[in-house]
Nanobody, 115 residues
Framework: QVHLVESGGGLVQPGGSLRLSCVFSGSEFTNYIMSWYRQAPGKQRELVAQLGTEDETAYLESVLDRFTISKDNAKRTVYLQMNSLQFDDTAVYYC?????????WGQGTQVTISS
């Protein structure tokens, strides 16, 4: 069983930065595809960034060059560094771990961009 706990959300002004963390509890961390999703009010959940098992990355086009996904295998933690935050980045951000038929979600962390 895998358990994911996100942290690092908050309220920031446009242009600001935040770093989200997702701590993975369970086995075989490096065998999971780790992703960050977000869901804004009234919108569908969307994939923001993904980190594959071979450290390949993929990003939502609107966050390219602003967000960076990374991980620390020793700490079994995945990060999402978010820079140049915009109003449209306001959402609940969720961590996801996926492997074959296994799919796990964290509880989410709120990110609000406001002036």
């Amino acid at each position: 069983q895998v358990h994911l706990v996100e942290s690092g959300g908050g309220l920031v002004q446009p242009g600001g930065s935040l770093r989200l963390s997702c701590v993975f509890s369970g086995s075989e961390f490096t065998n999971y595809i780790m992703s960050w999703y977000r869901q804004a009010p009234g919108k569908q959940r969307e994939l923001v960034a993904q980190l594959g098992t071979e450290d390949e990355t993929a990003y939502l086009e609107s966050v390219l060059d602003r967000f960076t996904i990374s991980k620390d295998n020793a700490k079994r933690t995945v990060y999402l560094q978010m820079n140049s935050l915009q109003f449209d980045d306001t959402a609940v951000y969720y961590c996801n771990a996926a492997r074959r038929a296994d799919d796990y979600w964290g509880q989410g962390t709120q990110v609000t961009i406001s002036s």
